[in-house]
Nanobody, 126 residues
């Protein structure tokens, strides 16, 4: 059974940092793109960042560019999201996701992802 388990969320003041982790089990995703999405209650799910299987291609949402960094450790089957200079607008449940097929570039649309974690809450206070 494939599982993606996020951790590292919490409450932080504006300007602070958090590092999210997503541990995969049940299969290896070392050959597959992975991504981070977020959703605030009452809003649609939003793309945050995506990374190709080797890490050579990375995309960010404009809203997080320059503040967030996505990375992966294929040996550990783990995805990361380093979040710096956090803003209250970053408050949301953050989800990691993985695709089961090969893509030439990591997809930016949630519908292209086949596996999802349960989410971790990030709350940024002003």
């Amino acid at each position: 059974q494939v599982q993606l388990v996020e951790s590292g969320g919490g409450l932080v003041q504006a300007g602070g940092s958090l590092r999210l982790s997503c541990a995969a089990s049940g299969r290896t995703f070392s050959s597959n793109a992975m991504g981070w999405f977020r959703q605030d209650p009452g809003k649609e799910r939003e793309f945050v960042a995506a990374i190709s299987w080797r890490g050579g291609t990375i995309f960010y949402a404009d809203s997080v560019k320059g503040r967030f960094t996505i990375s992966r450790d294929n040996a550990k089957n783990t995805l990361y999201l380093q979040m710096n200079s956090l803003k209250p607008g970053d408050t949301a449940v953050y989800y990691c996701a993985a695709v089961s097929r090969r893509f030439s570039t990591p997809p930016l649309v949630g519908g292209e992802y086949d596996y999802w974690g349960q989410g971790t809450q990030v709350t940024v206070s002003s």
